[in-house]
């Protein structure tokens, strides 16, 4: 799949959206792609499919042109944290489902239905947990990011920071997936 050419179907009129989801999505893409040559038994069992981790880095954000976050050039109608179920129903539209769970799942370190129904989010009531080992290491590989800040590593006690304040089971869920991808 030609992922670029996936993006510039959408994001082809709004360039400097565009080169922000492109860079972000590299960026998450290439951390994501280093985990797995840390852990080469994963693709030897079958586990990952190193071809579709990297598609679905680069699309996980393709929702975020739906949403209005004006410092990053996004000028839609819906809240930004609507951006992931969002751009899997894109990714579903175009015949993309496994893409679709990755874009709808990778918000902070997932989202239960408990806690979209406690803080009565924006968001279909269902669970945005990772499920699969590659829906896993994207939504990790994703917190090292902004793309407010292009170019800039996220600290580990930035994304410590911005994971607990949402709460005590999201903390439990980022711990475990910093276990699972063994960089610390």
Not at 59 to 76: E, N, Q, R, S, V
Not at 134 to 159: M, N, P, Q, T, W
Not at 172 to 181: D, F, I, S, V
Request: charged share 30%.
């Amino acid at each position: 799949m030609d992922y670029i050419k996936f993006i510039d179907k959408y994001y082809g009129n709004s360039p400097e959206l565009r080169y922000i989801l492109v860079t972000h999505g590299r960026q998450v893409a290439d951390r994501a792609l280093a985990i797995i040559d840390k852990h080469p038994d994963w693709e030897a069992q079958g586990l990952v499919d190193r071809q579709f981790v990297e598609e679905a880095a680069m699309l996980h954000d393709i929702g975020i042109i739906f949403c209005d976050a004006p410092k990053i050039h996004c000028h839609g109608q819906h809240k930004y944290i609507e951006h992931g179920y969002l751009g899997a129903e894109l990714l579903r539209q175009e015949g993309l489902p496994k893409h679709a769970l990755v874009a709808e799942r990778h918000t902070g370190a997932g989202i239960t239905i408990e806690q979209v129904e406690r803080e009565e989010l924006p968001i279909p009531e269902r669970d945005y947990c990772p499920q699969s080992l590659e829906e896993k290491i994207i939504c990790y590989a994703d917190k090292f990011y902004s793309k407010s800040h292009l170019g800039e590593e996220v600290s580990l006690d930035k994304i410590k920071y911005n994971i607990w304040k949402y709460g005590h089971e999201g903390y439990k869920r980022w711990q475990a997936l910093m276990e699972l991808c063994g960089e610390f």
